[in-house]
């Protein structure tokens, strides 16, 4: 299946399937000196060497980073461009990431970088990347915080073989499902309902499963992303679950939870404090109960205080003038962003804290 994106800064083809690495070399269609592949050593030995077979360019070179979010970094990031710079390779190369999120953003971000940019394509390998892959945000961490590096860098195109979720560890498959379960949330009660009478437990969840609804998941975000490339208004909601999400990731110290760990926690979260500040009820309960089903979390890891979270939630990347931004949920399907009283968040995450959904 293909999706074609298109935005003011260009548009580009999403290929969505199963065995589409293999067959990497037809869909890319402009041909390129170089090829400089980077990916991650969970992903190198299952992967790589099928891609590189594939490609017929002249050149094709790569790069391992050790697996993980600490990958993301300035220093990972100047490692690869003085590799590239004593290759010599030149503004025709095209950077190549295969693998999750992690190598997706890092190698997005040398790509916009290297030379003053050079081609870029995106080939994901985790059921996350079906998100961070669409979008061109790249970057990388600092240490006073995650993603404070970066740009905005469409990739040419997304090839994204389903095949390879086989090998995803469950614990990364259940990460990027509470990613997809957030884009049906924010897009329509029928997309949430259906997505929950398909999957409705652990057991279901596989990547063929997963595999028939992530079009209509990369549908979602790449609708908003038309709207909204570079994040004034609508593009805000993908964010939803993510304030107190973000807030878990980086109070536990990033790699305890997954990302997905969080944006559950912290989506159950943002509907609570939705029933607060509208005023009506929402199905918290409902949501809190698949997540248990799924494996998902559901509640504040212990060994954290309301206060540490309040003071991450409050400069949160995308708050910083000091209040409380939230993405709410009038009802399954209608997000909008709104200042939430500080005493409103505090009192719901007491409650949230103290297991009372
Ligand atoms: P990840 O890239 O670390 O991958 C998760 C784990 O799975 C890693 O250990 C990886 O080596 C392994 N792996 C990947 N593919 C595999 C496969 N097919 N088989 C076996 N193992 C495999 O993490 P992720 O969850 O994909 O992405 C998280 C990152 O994405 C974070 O850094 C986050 O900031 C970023 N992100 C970016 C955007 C964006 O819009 N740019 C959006 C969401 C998240
Ligand atoms: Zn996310």
Redesign the pocket.
């Known amino acids: 299946e293909t999706l074609m994106i298109r935005t003011q800064t260009g548009s580009y083809p999403i290929f969505v399937g199963k065995g589409l690495l293999p067959r990497a070399d037809e869909l890319i269609k402009d041909v390129y000196s170089s090829s400089y592949i980077i990916t991650?050593?969970?992903?190198a030995p299952?992967?790589l060497n099928e891609l590189e077979k594939t490609l017929r360019n002249r050149q094709v070179f790569h790069y391992i980073a050790e697996?993980?979010?600490q990958s993301?970094n300035l220093a990972e990031y100047n490692r690869i461009i003085t590799d590239m710079l004593e290759k010599k390779l030149d503004r025709n190369t095209c950077v190549i990431a295969l693998?999750?999120?992690?190598?997706?953003?890092l190698a997005?971000f040398v790509a916009a970088t290297y030379l003053r940019g050079v081609a870029f394509l995106q080939m994901?390998?985790?059921?996350?990347?079906h998100?961070?892959?669409?979008?061109?945000?790249?970057?990388i961490?600092h240490a006073l915080g995650?993603?404070l590096i970066g740009a905005f860098y469409p990739p040419a195109a997304v090839i994204y073989d389903t095949a390879?979720?086989?090998?995803?560890?469950f614990r990364?498959l259940q990460?990027?499902f509470a990613?997809l379960i957030k884009h049906s949330l924010i897009s329509s009660p029928d997309f949430y309902q259906e997505l929950k009478k398909a999957i409705p437990e652990r057991s279901m969840l596989t990547p063929d499963a997963v595999g028939s609804f992530l079009i209509r998941g990369i549908s979602v975000k790449a609708k908003i992303v038309e709207l909204d490339e570079h994040e004034s208004g609508p593009r805000k909601f993908l964010n939803f679950g993510h304030t107190l999400g973000h807030a878990l990731e980086k109070e536990l110290g990033f790699g305890t939870l997954?990302?997905?760990e969080g944006v559950a926690v912290g989506s159950l979260f943002a509907l609570k404090l939705s029933e607060a500040y509208y005023g009506h009820p929402l199905p918290v309960k409902e949501l809190a109960e698949w997540y248990v089903r799924l494996g998902l979390p559901t509640k504040v890891p212990d060994g954290l205080t309301a206060e540490g979270l309040m003071e991450q939630m409050k400069y949160d990347k995308k708050n910083r003038d000091g209040h409380y931004h939230f993405v709410l949920m009038k009802s399954i399907g209608r997000p909008e962003t709104r200042q939430v009283p500080e005493s409103l968040v505090r009192g719901t995450l007491f409650s949230f804290m103290n297991h009372m959904l």
């Open positions: 991650d050593s969970h992903v299952r992967y697996a993980g979010e993301k693998g999750g999120g992690v190598v997706g953003d997005g994901p390998t985790t059921l996350l990347a998100d961070s892959s669409v979008g061109g945000k790249v970057g961490d995650k993603n390879t979720l086989e090998t995803l560890p990364e990460s990027g990613e997954t990302h997905g």
